[in-house]
């Protein structure tokens, strides 16, 4: 008994001893370790932060900062900083300067990088890190809103607003849906290791209503022209956009978890009342001329605009004008030219809407126009090849 209690205490001494040992030699190696290593100053910006106060934080020396701030300067502005952007500075145990790497949330993908060149100066560029690209897909029903669906899916407000942007010559996302409708869409998503970095570009996506079936296929041909276009290989892109109010800015103007689709049509009379709330954008559909701008009775403050082809498009009841817009100028597709109000005779805040072709209102939301745009007759093999690819990536009810 007495020898078993002493075999077993030289095992517990031996143990001990072997453990000290153990640690000691470990010990040994992380300093010679160390020696040889960097430190890496990690860290990111918080809120009320500019980067130069975060390294500030992190006991970077002024100059340093300054100095790490002007080889940004030609690839990254600092300015544009944002909270959530991690940085990584590498120096040697003495302090040396390494190198400093910049990843900011506006461009997942990517990163900055500054290091010293051979006559140790420092200078920035722009890197992209090693990612993987995978396919995603979703599907969903409308309930209430676009939005809302999207939300219920799992997906990012970011990703509906692309979904909306792709068909806003063709669904007034606004206004339109209906419960019942449907809705896919693939997309690219970047990868790194097990963590998502970003959603990439859609590169399909349906809307399905009660009418029609909406498709929208991406494709880039050879001359490097990208686009989305129609099962037939028509461009999505019209002379006139759906809808006078966009989907995008009204969604990030009225913050997206307020936003319902309060907006309601309304025909009193030949053309259209968007009911808004005041202060909601107001976007020129097409390309063309303002001829008008100014109060005109009833109509309150007033914008008509020519365009091609004998049309003439005009908005009434603005609260106020956008910036640059006078009689005259040339306005872009899409371009903001005034905010819903309701000045003159009006009974609340909307937007009144007309288009007028040869001097008679036509009805728009009947319009038929014609893509502007198609797949290049020598292109449309690879394109419906690509088509029919996305076509059953739509289709498929798992992922990938
Ligand atoms: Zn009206």
Do not use: C
């Not at 506006?106 to 060149?117: A, C, G, M, Q, R």
């Amino acid at each position: 008994m007495r020898r078993k209690i002493l075999f077993f205490f030289l095992l517990f001494l031996a143990l001990v001893a072997f453990l000290f040992i153990l640690r000691k030699v470990e010990h040994f190696r992380q300093e010679r370790l160390i020696s040889s290593m960097t430190e890496v100053v990690t860290g990111e910006i918080r809120k009320g932060e500019s980067l130069y106060l975060a390294l500030v934080r992190e006991e970077i020396p002024r100059d340093k900062i300054i100095l790490l701030e002007k080889a940004l300067k030609p690839v990254f502005d600092v300015k544009k900083s944002q909270i959530g952007d991690r940085y990584e500075l590498e120096r040697d145990l003495e302090g040396h300067f390494k190198n400093f790497k910049y990843y900011t949330t506006i461009s997942p993908i990517d990163f900055y990088l500054v290091e010293k060149n051979e006559s140790g100066k420092l200078v920035a560029k722009k890197e992209r890190l090693p990612v993987e690209k995978k396919i995603a897909r979703v599907e969903g029903r409308i309930e209430t809103s676009l939005y809302e669906a999207m939300i219920a899916a799992g997906q990012k407000p970011s990703l509906t607003m692309d979904f909306a942007d792709i068909f806003d010559w063709e669904i007034d996302f606004l206004t339109e849906p209906r419960p019942g409708d449907r809705f896919r869409l693939v997309w690219e998503e970047y990868w790194q290791v097990e963590k998502k970095l970003a959603d990439g570009r859609i590169l399909a996506a349906q809307y399905i209503n009660r009418h029609q079936t909406h498709t929208a296929i991406y494709f880039e041909d050879p001359e490097g022209n990208k686009s989305y276009f129609t099962e037939e290989g028509k461009s999505l892109r019209k002379q006139f956009l759906r809808s006078p109010l966009s989907y995008r800015r009204i969604s990030s103007y009225f913050s997206y978890r307020r936003f319902h689709p309060i907006l309601k049509v309304y025909r009193p009379h030949p053309g259209i009342d968007y009911a808004a709330p005041i202060g909601t954008p107001v976007r020129s559909i097409g390309e063309g001329r303002v001829v008008y701008k100014g109060w005109k009775g009833g109509f309150g403050r007033f914008i008509k605009i020519k365009h091609k082809r004998g049309y003439y498009t005009t908005y009434g009841h603005l609260r106020r004008y956008a910036k640059g817009i006078r009689t005259g100028v040339r306005v872009s597709q899409g371009q903001v030219i005034g905010y819903v109000g309701s000045s003159g005779l009006s009974t609340g805040p909307h937007l009144h809407f007309a288009v007028i072709k040869n001097g008679r209102y036509i009805n728009f939301l009947r319009l038929k126009l014609p893509a502007v745009k198609s797949v290049k007759k020598e292109y449309l093999k690879e394109f419906n090849r690509i088509k029919e690819e996305r076509l059953t990536q739509l289709e498929s009810i798992s992922s990938n």
